[in-house]
């Protein structure tokens, strides 16, 4: 059974880049028809889709954070990762990795728990 | 961006009611459209994807209608595990884009 695991840190200063590890497991990053995503919800708010790697090597991000966000594979340690750069507090929020099959209905079938980042000096 | 409304925006109701939110998207989105169901400090859960479909476990008294744009959530007799809040999303298009969130809280 596959399962994500989100890891990095909780804390991370305005201005800088927040960076987040999902580590999957039960399964291959780089195999199937599946894209790998990140999203994330504020604090009492709804929730955001951040952007995904696809399995076959492509990227789509949010365009609302597309100059700020990098989302990359690694293969070989099977995880995939969330860089969002310049941040401030409206960066505040729980981050979930979730993986979509795509095929004939997309959707996020698996989730991590969730990681808490704060943005704050 | 494709956006999806949902209403009502909370709701309370008692163990064995039927409960209906709705969820409507700003185009047509066919049927690239999922349930998910949310409980404190817990990752989302799919509960319906492809308009129609039960995610494997999840039990049969929740169920989707639409009809165009605008889809339903049924829970057919409310259970004290169902007391969440719910989001719609679609998968038609990219960004992917959720609904704000319907809290379903006990009366």
């Known amino acids: 059974q596959v399962q994500l695991q989100e890891s990095g840190p909780r804390l991370v200063k305005p201005s800088e880049t927040l960076s987040l590890t999902c580590t999957v497991s039960g399964g291959f990053v780089s195999s199937g028809s599946y894209f790998w995503s990140w999203i994330r919800q504020p604090p009492g708010k709804g929730l955001e889709w951040i952007g995904y790697?696809?399995?076959?090597?492509?990227?789509n991000y949010n365009p609302s954070l597309k100059s700020r966000v990098t989302i990359s594979v690694d293969s070989s340690k099977n995880q995939f990762s969330l860089n969002l750069s310049s941040v401030t507090a409206t960066d505040t929020a729980m981050y979930y990795c979730?993986?979509?099959?795509?095929?004939?209905?997309?959707?996020?079938?698996?989730w991590g728990q969730g990681t808490m980042v704060t943005v704050s000096s | 961006d494709i956006q999806m409304t949902q209403s009502p925006s909370s709701l309370s109701a008692s163990v064995g009611d039927r409960v209906t939110i709705t969820c409507r998207a700003s185009q047509n989105i066919r049927s690239y459209f999922n349930w998910y169901q949310q409980k404190p400090g817990k990752a989302p859960k799919l509960l319906i994807y492809?308009?129609?479909t039960l995610q494997s476990g999840v039990p049969s008294r929740f169920s989707n209608s639409n009809s165009g744009a605008d889809f339903t959530l049924t829970i057919s007799s409310l259970q004290p595990e169902d007391f969440a809040t719910y989001y719609c999303?679609?998968?038609?298009?990219?960004?992917?884009?959720f609904g704000p969130g319907t809290k379903l809280e006990i009366k």
């Open positions: 999303q679609q998968s038609y298009g990219t960004p992917r884009t």
């Open positions: 492809g308009a129609s």
């Open positions: 979730a993986r979509e099959p795509y095929g004939d209905y997309d959707a996020f079938d698996i």
């Open positions: 790697f696809s399995s076959r090597g492509t990227t």
